[in-house]
């Protein structure tokens, strides 16, 4: 008993540095990364599942500040779309993922350390995740589709290889919290290892993204560097703007991270399927700036838990 908690205790000792640690390491075996990016779909099913199992799903109360959130999610997706098109149309492309991307399952862990509330994280992350299996079809099959395939089998394509990664996840956790309760308290125990499979996701999306652009040309500089300001950018926007309409819920932490953190494995794979392989650059660099910022959070919460 006494070494799973040291165990307990360790594992939350390092966690401010995992993430950062995760980046790291992408970076410097980004080749290898390559190797394992088959895994990309069976991570982001895991994770969802296993983060939706220590969920309760009977408490979600979608609440007027979720609504205000899926709308921004959407409608200034399809803005920012719209704005940059003329400019670049794989420029646009990735900052509509940087927008689009629903929030990560796992938030809810990092952001109820930081003093949010559960049940608005959890109501907002299976509406943002459903919003996106829903309307993602249609909107990839037009920002995205060849003329070449007709928009409804575009659609269906989409939906083929979106909705089981999505969807499947959700529905196991619900079955498994109402038929299987033995097998979710189980799952429940390791209810850490979401996070930790989070990071090995963002050592692979780091090291994948990091080998690409280093495969790029001269003449592509220009476009990576844009992205990275739209990234940032995006990144400064969600954290902020969430934030304050969160603050007029009463949850601003809540609404922060809700549109702050997103779920960078998802776009970056939907990105990379669906639309120009290099437009999933806005993403993947909008994962460094979105855990810079958090991993700074957690350290500033750690030390004021620290006696003296």
């Known amino acids: 008993m006494k070494n799973a908690l040291k165990n307990g205790n360790y594992f939350e000792r390092i966690r401010p540095f995992v993430l950062p640690f995760a980046l790291l390491l992408g970076f410097l075996f980004h080749s290898s990364c390559i190797q394992l990016q088959f895994l990309t779909p069976w991570l982001i099913f895991f994770i969802l599942f296993m983060t939706l199992c220590d969920l309760d799903l009977k408490e979600v109360r ?6 205000w959130l899926v709308v921004f999610q959407i409608v200034a997706a399809i803005a920012v779309y719209v704005l940059l098109l003329p400019v670049n149309k794989t420029l646009a492309q990735g900052a509509f993922m940087g927008i689009f991307a629903p929030v990560a399952v796992s938030s809810a862990v990092i952001a109820v350390m930081l003093g949010a509330k559960l049940d608005n994280m959890v109501s907002f992350t299976i509406l943002s995740n459903l919003t996106v299996a829903v309307t993602a079809p249609v909107i990839l099959s037009f920002i995205g589709g060849s003329d070449s395939i007709p928009f409804w089998d575009s659609a269906l394509m989409i939906v083929g ?22 097998t979710r308290k189980a799952i429940v125990r390791f209810k850490t290892i979401p996070f930790y499979l989070w990071a090995f996701a963002l ?3 780091t090291g994948q993204t990091i080998d690409f652009i280093s495969r790029q040309d001269r003449s592509g500089i220009p476009l990576l560097l844009a992205m990275l300001v739209v990234s940032l950018g995006q990144c400064v926007l969600h954290f902020s703007f969430g934030s304050w309409l969160g603050k007029k819920y009463g949850d601003s932490i809540s609404g922060s991270q809700s549109l702050g953190q997103k779920n960078f494995l998802l776009a970056i794979w939907i990105s990379q399927m669906f639309l120009s392989p290099l437009a999933s650059v806005v993403p993947a660099s909008y994962v460094l700036w979105q855990n810079l910022w958090n991993s700074w959070q957690l350290w500033q919460v750690k030390k004021k838990e620290q006696p003296g």
Do not use: D, E, R, S
């Not at 979608?62 to 609504?67: E, G, M, R, Y």
């Not at 290889?161 to 033995?182: E, G, M, R, S, T």
């Open 62 to 67: 979608i609440k007027p500040l979720h609504i």
């Open 161 to 182: 290889k979106v909705a089981p990664v999505i969807i499947l996840p959700l529905v196991a956790a619900f079955i498994c919290q109402n038929y299987f309760p033995k």
């Open 203 to 205: 050592t692979l999306v």
